[in-house]
């Protein structure tokens, strides 16, 4: 389905939660899960909040992970690309018997960053005047400094964000043990244990449009340096310098990320007798997250500079190398802890016979308890926590679900070769948000063979995440550079981020599709579903709009232009300030922009699912052809508050049509296929420009090798992703100021090649 706010689509592990991840929400994240040990990914495709509750506006993922293996299965790839390479290898081994199994599995993979200088199509749309060497400005006229002397009105240009990594680099240990047996009587127990551990690291430069980053406009009147600089022919007086301290500090900084995540779960499952079957599960699961940003001590470099012991001039004397330490050794750090508990029991089985088939009926139920933790200290290396954030939830919820087969074989007639009908429904009580009662109906019917048509009703909701409340850790005060065209110089404005006081989203949500496969033509096949969501209370960042579309009317609940002292420490009472602002310095802000999470809007959503195809199998060979792909029809946006409805489609947000298409083809230990992906043109709300439609071309090829004496199904791939190595289509970010590409919808990595072995044992 298409694009909407945050926790559309549930993500499960074998029906089960994972923890949330990240500092600043909660979704999990699926790529925690090692690849070597997914059987099947299943996928509701629709609202599912009948049966799986809080999360499942859009559907369901559940990966359904490996458990009956016999033998050892290893696998290995390396890839490279223009200034990229990634590595990934695993093990997976595995023991059946008649009663039970157990499988182990760990897998390790790693890849190198990508970084702005190493794309040519990336840069700063306007070069900025935060360089080094700096800039003064003295009584209006700027003087751009150099080694041969200062040049009025010529100001030092620069790309700051160009070093900058567009890709990070990673590395991830993922490992996996699940077993099973069985206890006689038709009783089953289980147990499973996954862990990920990921670091990654990015350069970013040490100065930017935001201060906290590393850049400092500050006055100075006075000292040695001043004095060089005056004789250099800069005029006496206040100096305004624009500081960038890349010459003492180097271009970048490194930033760290590092993840933890461990899901394990037990249960028993019985059968009841009278063909009915009963389950209890107990899940528990953990994310940490530890990330770290460099900067600048500002405090101190300032306090530096107005003792006439620092050079901010990026000419004459060199700093010292010991102040230069003191003033690099800056981060801030975040930790975060997420914790889900769950225990779920269900009973499924039949109820009676109807002409049509068995009636089915599950009901079940669940406790679920979430925790998040964070804290957070800005300063140098083993600073104390300066802020924490605790939130925690409990919730119980119950369900039922009926399946009643009207038509079936044995009842068919003409125009009702089957029909079936499926009823449920849940009551899910959350102790902070309350309690919530949603239901679903969904139709098959079967009037040829061949065809069957199928519709659903329902609604859906999403409770607003722990990560999400006022106390959230990225609560904060940011100052940037002035968003209002204000030639002061100094000026700034302050965003207001993070979390606040939130309610439930809901959503109402409708489908009506086909699956076609005529027996004329043997092979053929093609799904398509119309969807369609009305979804309120969306919470989301209202988003850069506030500050990139100053005369939309829209957003202007979301700024205030030149506030009032009293509105400033309003707004910024009991925020910590992640950069000097307001009354940390003298001057008011330019502006105050609130993008802090809201229960931002109602948006309705429709269009088209659809996958298209035809195999056959031939002495040549066997052929497989098809698309599939989404065809977004609406979505329509209006802002709490507004009357006006603005249509987001065909925008970066909403882009209306994404496709893949495929050509595969198979001969014995041969195989290949070609992918063809297309993203459909699209506005940038930015700046209002055309974002060029994107098509890339993926190559696979796999040869079984002749070693079956040795290894069981050896094999070698070689995969290209982005075959004739296509530049991502010309973007502007406002975000960075920066031309270059869009990485919600395109990737800078280019072609890469990767080759593979994988073999059993």
């Not at 050079?311 to 930790?335: E, S």
Request: glycine share 12%.
């Amino acid at each position: 389905m298409g694009n909407g706010g945050g926790g559309l689509t549930l993500v499960l592990v074998d029906g089960l939660r994972l923890p949330g991840a990240g500092i600043n929400q909660t979704a999990p994240d699926p790529s925690a899960i090692p690849p070597s040990a997914i059987e099947r990914v299943e996928v509701v495709a629709d609202g599912a909040s009948s049966i799986y509750g809080s999360d499942a506006v859009a559907g369901v993922v559940n990966f359904i992970l490996r458990k009956n293996v016999d033998g050892v299965e290893t696998a290995g790839r390396v890839g490279f690309g223009d200034g990229y390479r990634t590595y990934n290898g695993s093990i997976l081994a595995g023991k059946k018997w008649d009663t039970g199994s157990i499988l182990a599995d760990y897998e390790y993979s790693q890849n190198t960053s990508v970084n702005g200088t190493e794309r040519d199509y990336f840069g700063m749309k306007t070069l900025s005047t935060l360089c080094s060497p700096a800039n003064v400005t003295v009584n209006g006229v700027i003087y751009g400094l150099s080694a041969t002397g200062a040049r009025a009105g010529v100001p030092n240009q620069c790309d700051i964000n160009k070093a900058n990594d567009l890709y990070p680099a990673q590395h991830r240990h993922q490992g996996l043990v699940s077993i099973r047996q069985e206890l006689g009587s038709g009783i089953e127990v289980h147990a499973r244990t996954l862990y990920s551990a990921r670091e990654l690291r990015s350069r970013q430069a040490i100065s930017g449009g935001n201060v906290a980053s590393g850049g400092l406009n500050l006055t100075v009147t006075g000292g040695p340096f001043y004095n060089a600089v005056v004789a250099s022919g800069v005029p006496a007086g206040p100096q305004q310098v624009t500081y960038n301290p890349s010459n003492d500090l180097g271009a970048t900084v490194k930033n760290r990320i590092s993840t933890e995540t461990w899901s394990t779960n037990a249960g028993i499952g019985a059968d009841l007798g009278g063909g009915w079957r009963g389950a209890i599960d107990l899940n528990y699961g953990r994310e940490r997250d530890d990330i770290t940003q460099r900067g600048i001590d500002q405090a101190l470099v300032t306090s530096l500079v107005n003792a006439g012991t620092y050079n901010p001039y990026g000419i004459g004397a060199a700093n010292d190398p010991a102040l230069v330490q003191r003033v690099g050794n800056y981060r801030t750090r975040y930790f975060g802890q997420q914790e889900v508990k769950e225990a779920i029991a269900k009973v499924d089985g039949s109820l009676f016979s109807l002409p049509g088939g068995a009636v089915k009926a599950a009901v079940g139920g669940s406790l679920r308890e979430e925790r998040f933790y964070a804290n957070t200290d800005t300063g140098p290396d083993g600073g104390a926590i300066q802020t924490e954030a605790l939130g925690k939830r409990k919730s119980y919820s119950a369900y039922g679900e009926l399946f009643v087969p009207i038509f079936g074989e044995t009842n068919a007639t003409t125009a009702f070769q089957a029909l079936d009908v499926s009823l449920s429904a849940r009551y899910d009580h959350y102790n902070d948000v309350g309690g919530t009662t949603n239901p679903k109906i969904g139709v098959n019917w079967t009037p040829v063979r061949g065809l069957v048509l199928h519709g659903s009703y329902g609604t859906s909701f999403h409770a607003p995440s722990l990560a999400d409340a006022g106390t959230a850790i990225d609560t904060r005060v940011i100052r940037f550079a002035d968003f209002t065209g204000s030639t002061t110089p100094g000026a700034y404005s302050i965003i207001l981020a993070g979390g606040n006081r939130l309610e439930p989203e809901t959503a109402t949500t409708w489908s009506l599709g086909a699956d076609f496969k005529p027996a004329f033509l043997p092979g053929f096949k093609l799904t398509a579903t119309y969807f369609n969501i009305d979804y309120k209370n969306v919470i989301t960042f209202p988003g850069f709009n506030p500050v990139s579309e100053p005369n939309n009317p829209l957003f202007d609940p979301y700024r205030t232009y030149a506030p009032s002292v009293a509105q400033v420490l309003a707004a910024t009472n009991g925020i910590r300030h992640d950069g000097l602002s307001y009354p940390d310095v003298a001057a008011l802000p330019t502006a105050i922009y609130d993008l802090r999470r809201q229960n931002f809007a109602r948006q309705k959503i429709d269009g088209l699912d659809f996958d298209v195809g035809y195999a056959r199998s031939t002495s040549a060979g066997d052929f497989n052809v098809g698309a599939s792909g989404t065809w977004l029809w609406g979505f329509d946006q209006q802002i709490n508050g507004s009357d006006v409805v603005t249509s987001r489609l065909r925008t970066g947000y909403a882009i209306n049509f994404k496709a893949r298409g495929r050509v595969a083809y198979a001969n014995g230990p041969v195989d290949g296929a070609i992918f063809v992906n297309y993203i459909n043109k699209y506005r940038n709300v930015v700046d209002n420009s055309r974002v060029k439609a994107n098509t890339t071309v993926d190559l696979h090829l796999g040869l079984k090798l002749p070693l079956g004496n040795i290894v069981e199904d050896p094999q070698i791939t070689v995969d290209v992703t982005n075959l004739f190595d296509k530049d991502p289509p010309f973007f502007y970010d406002a975000s960075t100021s920066a031309y270059g590409f869009d990485p919600a919808n395109a990737s800078a990595l280019g072609r890469i090649v990767s080759v593979g072995l994988r073999g059993k044992f």
